[in-house]
């Protein structure tokens, strides 16, 4: 079983990683999230989730611990694959993934491309009381996330663009490495919008 990766950027694609280790060239799928930490040429460790079937060898790759037991605390939840649970974690940040669940704040969870409300509500039924076993979760970082998409949303829906329009470039400018608060993201989301 492989636990990690470390090696040189080969080749990035959407959602996917091409690593060469010490000459052999492993495919790995990733989140966007992963994705924004990654350069071609550069070294990187990639913690892995091995994933196998009886007719197939997938490899998961995550720059954070955080992520990656969130991705697999998500594949554990009936009718979440690892296609959907890659999505998921693409979807948001996990700190806000993870607030999201322990809120039961089924609509930030809906705004994830291809999850609908009967999935989110799977999730957060079968994983809200497992989320503390995640490290990088603290009551804080809990809190502190809460309604900042909520936020952004709100702002950019009074500033006349629809729902919909608006949760999608507030989902998107959360996914930005240096995005961390409400302000910062409204001006990136506005930036989307504007083009």
């Known amino acids: 079983m492989i636990t990690f ?8 694609e959407e959602n996917k990683v091409h690593l060469d ?19 071609e040429g550069i070294e990187v460790k990639l913690l892995i989730h091995h994933h196998i079937t009886d007719s197939d060898e997938r ?28 999505t998921i974690v693409s979807g948001l940040p996990a700190n ?3 607030q999201a669940i322990s809120t039961k704040d089924v609509a930030a969870l809906s705004r994830v491309p291809g999850i609908g409300k009967k999935t989110a509500e799977r999730i957060i039924l079968e994983l809200k009381d497992k989320l503390g076993e995640i490290k990088g ?19 950019l829906e009074s500033l006349g663009f629809k729902k919909r329009q608006a949760e ?3 989902t998107k400018a ?7 608060t409400a302000p910062a993201a409204i001006k990136k989301a506005l930036s989307y919008l504007n083009k």
């Open 137 to 155: 979760v603290t009551s804080s970082s809990k809190s502190s996330s809460g309604s900042a998409i909520d936020e952004v949303v709100s702002a």
């Open 96 to 98: 806000h993934l993870i």
């Open 21 to 39: 280790v010490h000459g052999v060239g492993y495919g790995v799928e990733t989140s966007a999230q992963t994705l924004t930490h990654l350069k």
């Open 59 to 86: 490899l998961f790759g995550f720059y954070t611990k955080d992520e990656k037991q969130l991705f697999e605390k998500l594949i554990t939840v009936k009718g979440v694959g690892p296609k959907s649970g890659i």
């Open 5 to 12: 990766l470390k090696g040189f950027v080969e080749e990035l």
């Open 174 to 180: 959360f996914q930005e490495e240096n995005i961390k």
């Open 168 to 170: 999608e470039a507030a």
